[in-house]
């Protein structure tokens, strides 16, 4: 069978052989990926859109795709994962938290739920009474009448749903605001503020804080640092320079691996000027215009696989084996979602 978004090449089969199938452990665990439908979305309501990448790379895709693409990237490895619905503003999100819980009940795989931050606890508690639901992805677009700009991580992930959230002690994976990301003030206080009033929710900062150039995690690591409670996935990091920081600022044990599929399904690999990143990619998406010769572009790889090679040389070079590398990549999320999953039973 073959997956509606990329055809695995020899280019892959190398890079997977070469720099990756040694390296990985039998089992991995996927900490963030989006899965949807394309009947979750009201394309009668205008949406939000950011008009650059991640878009046109990808649409709507369901668990059994996601199960293949694992399949097909991962031959020999039992890959499970978290996850959710992708955060576009006319998500129906009720539809799609319902149709990822039926999904994935039964499994080792779990999910989180989109939240309306207009919803109440009440309605919330609902969304994660679900089966196999463990938590909530908060987005801010998804708050009603967002427009872009920056705004407060508790304008989209109100007090009211942290609250409910400390008290079932479930699963928060947050992406931080604002276009500072991690080097905006306002940004650290907010997360810290949630570690001190809601101290029983698993709390994951995702994609490294939004570090995909060194300067946010230069300027963001050392200040979460201290707390052991902060968790991290490194999903969309390519740079070496954000994965060694992290390494050395939080350790293995709070950071885990991510893919953010279908987003790198893309071919290609990233170059980074200052505080921005270029996708170099092959993909004839609108937004790409920095272009490389046809006979580079042949050598691109899948991003994703970019993306672990540089996550995997890292750890190797500062010196960690086998046993941060089974951390990273499936013990630390299996164990956490295995431990909100047992709490689960009393909600």
Known sequence: MEHPYFEYTDVDRRFWEERLAGRLPRNIFDAHRHVQLPEHLDESVERYTRGSFPEGIAGPESVEQARLGYEIMFPGHDVQFLGFGSPASNVDCSAN????SEELAGTASAGLALNRPEWSAERLLEELRRPAIIGIKPYERLKRGFEGGDISI???CPHEHLELLDDLGGWLTLHPPRSERLAD?????EILEIRRRYPNIVLVIAHLGRSYAGRYAREGFPQLADDPGILFDN???LNPAVHA????RFGPERIMWASDQPVFYMRGRRRWEGDRYINLTSGDYAWNVDREPPEVEATYTLSLYEAIAASLDTIMGLGYGEAEIRAI???TARRLVDEVMRRKETW
């Open 97 to 100: 938290n319902a149709w990822v």
């Open 154 to 156: 508790f304008d989209f």
């Open 185 to 189: 003030p306002a940004n650290i206080d």
């Open 235 to 237: 999903s969309a990091v």
């Open 245 to 248: 920081l992290a390494l050395d």
């Open 329 to 331: 990549f499936h013990d």
